[in-house]
């Protein structure tokens, strides 16, 4: 089986982050969380991958222990990442 270990969740978690961090009001209020959102849907999508396909069978994680230590300092890092809040000019139109 090619993957779907998880029905391909992945795909739908990545998307809901994604939403999140890339919603406008989100972004207006918290920025940095935000980005956290954003960070985490790339890291999360390639992490529950690599596991779907290590439990599908279509390929395998060698070391289960500095597979699952490199995921954690990944997630470490991205939570403790320093954010700087860049602002932009931006212009409200009427009716919207």
Known sequence: MSGGHWDYSHFRIRDGLENV???GNIILR??????VFRDL??????TIND???????DTEIENDKDFEEKAIR??????SKKHR???YDIK????E
């Open 85 to 87: 809040v860049l602002v």
């Open 92 to 95: 409200i139109e009427e009716g």
């Open 51 to 57: 596991l779907d396909y290590d439990l599908s069978g």
């Open 21 to 23: 961090g890339e919603d």
């Open 74 to 79: 990944e997630l470490l890092k991205i939570l």
């Open 30 to 35: 918290f920025p940095k969380l935000a980005q």
């Open 41 to 46: 849907a790339g890291f999360m999508d390639d």
